[in-house]
Nanobody, 124 residues
Framework: QVQLVESGGGLVQAGGSLRLSCAAS????????MGWFRQAPGKEREFVAA????????RYADSVKGRFTISRDNAKNTVYLQMNVLKPEDTAVYYC?????????????????WGQGTQVTVSS
């Protein structure tokens, strides 16, 4: 079992930046592939970014490519999502997720553990 707690959300103007953090506790963090997802009101939860357990490989949704960066610090049991050039359409609750695995994963059912989410609101 692993517990995930997101932080760093907030209100920002379009063009601004935020850095989300996801702190993990429980079993060995370095075993877990990690992902970030988001869910806007009335929409399904969608993939944002993923990173392998080593941190070597990453994957992004086309909508955030070039603006968002996922990274992890296994010594701190934390995964990050740096979000730059934010747009109003980035407004959503952002969730981090974990699963035991050697690849990266881009679908909601692929993940076993989820955080409670953190709200990101981008004003125009």
């Amino acid at each position: 079992q692993v517990q995930l707690v997101e932080s760093g959300g907030g209100l920002v103007q379009a063009g601004g930046s935020l850095r989300l953090s996801c702190a993990a506790s429980g079993r060995t963090f370095s075993r877990y592939a990690m992902g970030w997802f988001r869910q806007a009101p009335g929409k399904e939860r969608e993939f944002v970014a993923a990173i392998t357990r080593s941190g070597v490989s990453v994957r992004y949704a086309d909508s955030v490519k070039g603006r968002f960066t996922i990274s992890r610090d296994n010594a701190k049991n934390t995964v990050y999502l740096q979000m730059n050039v934010l747009k109003p359409e980035d407004t959503a609750v952002y969730y981090c997720a974990a699963r035991d695995g050697s690849s990266f994963y881009t679908t909601v059912p692929s993940y076993d553990y989820w955080g409670q989410g953190t709200q990101v609101t981008v004003s125009s």
